[in-house]
C-alpha cells in the first residue's frame, strides 16, 4: 500500500512538472517607464515579451536593475534574457546570444527649455552644449553620436531617466536626450509629484531618428519562441493595443 502511495505521489509530481511554465527571467531598466514600470510591474516591454512567450509556454519573471547592470547580470546567467540590444550594443558590449527580431523603437530626441533658443539641425549641433544623455548610448546611437559625445567635454550619462527631466528643469543642463514617451511619462510625474516646475516650454529636436531594439536571448529556442509570438501579437493587432495602453 506504502508503494503504491509512494508511486502515485512521484506520478502526480511529475504530471505538475510536466504540465508548469518555463520560467524566463528578463532583465529590465529599472527607470524607463513607460516601457518598464517596476512599481507595477508591466510596461510596454514587459506586456511584449510576457504575451509573446507566455502562449508557448513561458512564465516571464521580470528582474530591474540600474541600466547598464541588466548587462553585467546578463554575462554572469542571472538572467536569461535582456532588452534594448541591438547589434552596435552586441559588438560593444561583446555580448554572446542570439537577438531577437526588431521588437520595438525608441524615438530619441534631443530637449531643451524653449528660453534657451536652440536651433539644432544636426548632431554635430550639441557637441557645445551641457548634454545628459542616457547610460550607454555612446555605444547604443552608432558613430556620429559617440563622435559627438566624446568630444564634447559637457557630455554626461546618467542610469536614472527620471533625474534627466530634474536637471533639464532646473536648468542645471542645456539638454537632455532620451525617448520621447520616457520623457512624457517622468515630466508628468515630477509635476505631479510636486518635484520640479516642469511647465516651462520645451523644444524637442529629432535629430537621431529612431532606434531599433530588440531582446537578447542566452538559449536560442526561446529566441526563436519569441519571434513567432511577436509576429502573432502584431498580427492580430494586440501589439498596436499595448502601446496605445501606455
Known amino acids: 500500500?506504502?508503494?503504491?502511495?509512494?508511486?502515485?505521489?512521484?506520478?502526480?509530481?511529475?504530471?505538475?512538472?510536466?504540465?508548469s511554465n518555463e520560467k524566463?527571467?528578463?532583465?529590465?531598466?529599472?527607470?524607463l517607464a513607460p516601457w518598464a514600470i517596476p512599481a507595477t510591474n508591466n510596461g510596454i516591454l514587459v506586456d511584449i515579451i510576457t504575451e509573446a512567450l507566455e502562449p508557448a509556454g513561458y512564465e516571464i519573471v521580470p528582474i530591474y536593475y540600474p541600466y547598464l547592470r541588466r548587462i553585467i547580470e546578463y554575462r554572469k546567467d542571472f538572467v536569461d534574457v535582456i532588452c534594448d540590444i541591438n547589434v552596435n550594443t552586441m559588438e560593444d558590449q561583446k555580448l554572446p546570444g542570439f537577438l531577437s527580431d526588431d521588437a520595438y523603437d525608441y524615438e530619441n530626441f534631443a530637449f531643451a527649455l524653449k528660453e534657451k533658443g536652440y536651433q539644432f539641425k544636426h548632431l554635430n549641433d550639441l557637441g557645445n552644449v551641457a548634454l545628459l544623455s542616457w547610460k550607454g548610448a555612446t555605444a547604443h546611437l552608432g558613430d556620429e553620436y559617440f563622435k559627438m559625445a566624446t568630444n564634447n567635454p559637457l557630455y554626461f550619462e546618467t542610469n536614472n531617466q527620471e533625474s534627466q527631466i530634474k536637471m533639464l528643469f532646473h536648468k542645471r543642463v542645456d539638454v537632455v536626450q532620451l525617448d520621447k514617451r520616457i520623457f512624457g511619462y517622468y515630466r508628468s510625474k515630477a509635476?505631479?509629484?510636486?518635484?520640479?516646475?516642469?511647465?516651462?516650454?520645451?523644444?524637442?529636436?529629432?535629430?537621431?531618428?529612431s532606434s531599433s531594439n530588440g531582446f537578447l536571448f542566452h538559449d536560442e529556442k526561446i529566441r526563436?519562441?519569441?519571434?513567432?509570438?511577436?509576429?502573432?501579437?502584431?498580427?492580430?493587432?494586440?501589439?498596436?493595443e499595448i502601446l496605445k495602453t501606455y
Not at 24 to 31: N, R
Not at 191 to 209: H, K, W, Y
Not at 224 to 240: H, I, M, P, Q, W
Open 191 to 209: 509635476e505631479q509629484e510636486g518635484l520640479v516646475d516642469t511647465t516651462s516650454e520645451v523644444d524637442s529636436f529629432p535629430l537621431f531618428g
Open 1 to 19: 500500500m506504502l508503494l503504491k502511495i509512494l508511486i502515485t505521489v512521484l506520478t502526480l509530481g511529475a504530471a505538475s512538472s510536466a504540465w
Open 224 to 240: 526563436n519562441d519569441f519571434n513567432r509570438g511577436l509576429k502573432v501579437l502584431k498580427e492580430s493587432g494586440r501589439y498596436a
Open 24 to 31: 524566463v527571467t528578463v532583465g529590465f531598466g529599472d527607470a
